[in-house]
């Protein structure tokens, strides 16, 4: 017994150290290209300088716990919930639940609570809830349609339809919000638990099919929040007046000190209440349906808790650091000559942002396993930090025209719904969940000030310019994956087509072989 326990200890402590170095290696480059700009081009305050120095230690320790905590504890929850579900055959009970799941999971999404701060013209709390509802609304469809079979790309053209139709008639200052709220719900959080969440209720069917259906429930759950925040336009005006961005400032050590005490007793109360609803259903259906061992549920609790700590700190270390320099570098560097010198400097951030992403490593293993090994990981790799270049860079020009998101989203989906026709099914949901992956927390936070600092700097409307850049990031990879997709099955098509065929009776001679 005491051997076990030592192994497990082990095993987490290897885990925790492996997580922790990933962490720090999806942040790193852009902490060199950070610095070698503040050190440079763009020079800022010694205190400032410390302040994100602190954040950056934060974030790392608050993803490395995060991330072990949402694997060993909302993957699990998520598979075994979708299993439960599916075992009661009651489909009201099964959506009105995954509802429920799909609300509470989203609220307590890191990217969504750091987007929900950035905002100045619309309540927290009404955004997370809108949102919420987004997420909980299409889970239900999602797990309709694998319960249904109903083909992926059918949904997707009916429902970005009717956002398209709704955003020709939206107000500017929610377009950029609307779809960058889709961008920023498929984050850490909610990816894991839900694509858990499909694989348990796929599970019930046996045909081929259920295994490609499983996919695409992500690029579902990104339409939510896109048609709730735009309905949500027509109705809400509190506040709509709102433009100004506020941006920390710290004198000394004192204040930042007191800047990150005074967080993260907050951000304490706010996790708490939003993992809270996920672990009374989990508790629920442990009682009257899963019963997992004693030593299976405290592996979960566990991990609830080091997901708990990691949305803390990592909250706090976003908020208090990340933020307040990534306004002062985008307003440094626009406010002299270096104005168009930006485009390509955030196309080489969205470079290495993409290249150090951990999650991207997840999606190189599920295309690579599925394609049987046919598409590389690095031409996955690669395709994505092309899409993220452009898509930074194009964000960047629209910061510094004006340019409406509206004249690049519509052309991008458009052409990522046709490809669509010409893919398989697999590659066109693969496609979709990887614009959740795409849009990590280091564009949610880091990008998207740097876009906000940019427009004030430049008497910008930074409702309209400078939001978008999530939305922009969650939707190349719509096209690039699909584009590596159609290349390699056609090149698969060409390397069969000369495959000699032989029969079972025909007499192969060894020259043929050669």
Not at 32 to 51: E, G, K, N, R
Not at 55 to 82: D, H, Q, R, V
Not at 393 to 404: D, E, H, P
Request: proline fraction near 4%; include cysteine.
């Amino acid at each position: 017994m005491v051997s076990i326990r030592i192994t497990g200890f082990y095993h987490d402590k290897t885990a925790m150290k492996d997580k922790l170095k990933e962490a720090a290696s999806s942040i790193l480059p852009l902490i060199i290209v950070v610095m070698i700009l503040c050190l440079t081009v763009c020079p800022i305050s010694t205190d400032l300088m410390l302040c994100f120095m602190l954040g950056t230690i934060m974030i790392i320790f608050g993803i490395g716990l995060f991330s072990l905590g949402a694997e060993t504890s909302m993957t699990p929850i998520g598979n075994k919930l979708g299993t439960a579900m599916t075992k009661t055959k009651n489909l009201p009970f099964i959506l009105a639940v995954s509802f429920a799941l799909g609300f509470a999971v989203t609220i307590a999404e890191p990217d969504l609570q750091v987007l929900a701060e950035t905002v100045p013209h619309i309540n927290n709390t009404v955004l997370l809830v809108t949102v919420g509802v987004g997420v909980g609304f299409f889970l239900s469809v999602c797990l309709l349609r694998i319960l249904t079979g109903i083909k992926l790309r059918w949904l997707l053209l009916v429902f970005y339809g009717i956002i398209f139709v709704l955003a020709a008639f939206s107000e500017k200052d929610f377009l950029g919000i609307a779809f960058d709220s889709g961008g920023v719900t498929t984050g850490p959080m909610t990816v894991p638990f839900i694509l858990a969440l499909g694989t348990g209720i796929s599970n019930i069917r046996s045909d081929k099919a259920a295994v490609a259906d499983s996919f695409g429930l992500v690029a579902l759950c990104s339409i939510g929040p896109i048609l709730a925040v735009l309905i949500l336009g027509f109705f809400y005006t509190e506040g709509s007046a709102v433009t100004e961005i506020v941006t920390a400032s710290f004198s000394d050590t004192a204040e930042i000190t007191g800047a990150y005490i005074s967080a993260i007793p907050v951000y304490m109360k706010e996790m708490a209440a939003a993992l809270l609803p996920i672990v009374a259903i989990f508790l629920l259906f442990q009682i009257f349906s899963i019963k997992m061992s004693t030593r299976n549920l405290a592996k979960i609790f566990i991990g609830i808790l080091y997901t708990y700590v990691g949305l803390v700190l990592f909250l706090s270390g976003v908020n208090v650091g990340f933020s307040s320099l990534g306004t002062v570098l985008g307003a440094g560097l626009v406010s002299g000559n270096l104005k168009y010198f930006t485009v390509p400097l955030a196309m080489l951030l969205g470079w290495f942002i993409i290249f150090a992403e951990p999650a991207v490593a997840v999606l190189e293993t599920q295309i690579e396993e599925v394609s049987a090994g046919a598409i590389p990981g690095k031409a996955i790799k690669f395709s994505l930090s092309v899409a993220i270049a452009i898509a930074m860079g194009l964000s960047m020009l629209r910061v510094l025209t004006g340019i409406s998101i509206m004249w690049f989203i519509i052309p991008g989906y458009a052409i990522a719904l046709i490809l669509s026709f010409f893919v398989p099914d697999i590659y066109t949901a693969i496609a979709f969940d990887s614009g959740g992956v795409a849009s990590g927390p280091m564009t949610a936070t880091f990008m998207l000030q740097f876009m906000i600092g940019a427009s004030t700097a430049l008497g910008g409307n930074p409702l309209s310019d400078a939001f978008g850049v999530v939305a922009m990031v969650a939707m190349m990879p719509l096209i690039s994956i699909q584009t590596v997709g159609l290349i390699y099955e056609k090149r698969n098509r060409k390397q069969a087509a000369k495959v000699v065929p032989y029969g079972d009776d025909d007499v192969v001679e060894l020259w043929e072989v050669a």
